[in-house]
């Protein structure tokens, strides 16, 4: 028989160890954006790890959470961050910014008056064959990857019951 106290360390335990992952106090200012680059670890397409990056708070009050990913045959760059930290230096963000991922619209401007035989240097921005712009603005973190949430709280409903039948 186990002691009565013996549901509340287990319950106790299991909320202490499930990652509070979307934690949100209410206090926010604004908009908070993972914000990360695929050349760093635990930042690609699929393979998001919420536990290198916590996150940061957008600069303006309208923000949106942006994932960008640039695609050239089997190699795959993703750039996460605020859509007004990426206005700054992208000339190719699709005028369409709702919810959802959109191509990246076509800058025909964009070096123009450039006659440029370095090939690296990739003034046209033509490198990537496909660039998709993904934006989202419902939630805080929405432009990570996969989260654990939904198994975080199954664990915790699980243990809630187990208390219960005790």
């Known amino acids: 028989m186990l002691p009565p106290t ?15 992952i979307s934690f949100k106090t209410g206090l926010e200012d604004g908009l908070i954006c993972n914000v990360c680059v695929g050349t760093h670890p635990g930042c690609g397409e699929t393979g998001f790890d919420y536990r ?12 949106k959470c942006v994932k960008l990913i640039e695609k050239k ?5 993703v750039t996460r961050d605020c859509l007004s930290n990426l206005e700054a230096f992208r000339t190719d963000i699709p005028a369409d910014k709702y919810e959802g991922c959109r191509s990246a619209s ?6 123009q008056h450039v006659f440029n035989k370095i090939e690296e240097l990739d003034v ?4 990537y064959d496909n660039t998709t712009y993904c934006f989202c ?4 973190w929405c432009n990570g990857g996969h989260h654990m949430l939904g198994t975080g709280w199954v664990v915790v409903g699980f ?3 187990l208390a219960i039948l005790h």
């Open 6 to 20: 013996t549901p509340l360390i287990v319950v106790t335990a299991i909320l202490l160890a499930v990652p509070a």
């Open 52 to 63: 290198w990056y916590w996150g940061k708070m957008c600069p303006r009050y309208n923000d």
């Open 73 to 77: 045959g089997a190699e795959v760059m």
């Open 106 to 111: 076509k800058d025909v401007k964009l070096g």
């Open 124 to 127: 046209y921005r033509n490198h």
């Open 137 to 140: 603005d419902f939630d805080h």
């Open 159 to 161: 243990a809630i019951f």
